[in-house]
């Protein structure tokens, strides 16, 4: 079955060490998001992407890049990590530019 | 600024209310709304969605939500919850003049009582 799969799940860092968090799906969707969750504030768009090397930055970017060699894969840097970027991340991919999306099982990111 | 807003940060109903979660946005163009849920320790799955025709739309588990366009609402409803509908809820919403960005409320946590 096609899916999304995020790696590592569980992230422990120390504030500005360079964290990259994968997503790779499997369903060649050309659209792929990152988000982050964070109590009261639900889910905000960090960056997307709308095919290979396309990407735009969403209403938190600051502190965020990614990259779009292939349509598989989205990965998400942290350029120098602050305890402010301690948070869920969730990566995500929709068939239609305005469609569904589907969720991968989020990565948990504890900078201390 | 353009948003999505959900009212109740935190609902706490008994097995067998009704349920009633209200969503509202601020986009002027053509939008998609969506409801996901996200349940203990899991990722969002998607609930249900409305793209055109009926603006009653039915997902799964019981759930149905109303789109009223004059209202710029997408209220998601069930007659009878359960203690298994026990999650957060968000609401979102894609428009067209945004590119298709699909933007979150801040979610609403339901807990159900057994």
């Known amino acids: 079955d096609a899916e999304i799969t995020q790696s590592p799940r569980h992230k422990i860092t120390e504030t500005g060490r360079q964290v990259t968090l994968a997503c790779h799906q499997t369903?060649?969707?050309?659209?792929m998001f990152w988000y982050r969750q964070d109590l009261g504030h639900g889910l905000r768009l960090i960056h997307y992407?709308?095919?290979?090397?396309?990407?735009n930055k969403g209403e938190v970017s600051d502190g965020y890049s990614v990259s779009r060699s292939n349509t598989e894969d989205l990965p998400l840097t942290l350029e120098s990590a602050a305890s402010s970027q301690t948070s869920v991340y969730f990566c995500?991919?929709?068939?239609?530019?305005?469609?569904?999306?589907?969720f991968g099982e989020g990565s948990r990111l504890t900078v201390l | 600024a353009q948003s999505v807003s959900q009212h109740n940060h935190h609902v706490i109903l008994s097995e067998a209310a009704s349920l009633e979660l209200g969503c509202n946005y601020s986009y002027g163009g053509t939008v998609n709304l969506f409801w996901y849920v996200q349940y203990p320790g899991q990722h969002l799955q998607l609930l249900l969605k409305y793209f055109s025709g009926d603006p009653l739309v039915k997902g799964i588990k019981g759930f149905e939500a109303e789109f009223i366009k004059s209202k710029f609402s997408f209220n998601l409803r069930k007659p009878s919850v359960q203690w298994s509908d026990t999650a957060e809820y968000f609401c979102?919403?894609?428009?067209?003049?945004?590119?298709?960005?699909?933007?979150f409320g801040q979610g609403t946590e339901l807990s159900v009582k057994p």
């Open positions: 995500a991919s929709s068939k239609r530019r305005m469609g569904e999306l589907f």
């Open positions: 992407s709308y095919g290979v090397q396309d990407t």
């Open positions: 369903w060649n969707h050309n659209n």
């Open positions: 979102a919403v894609n428009e067209s003049n945004q590119g298709g960005k699909l933007i």
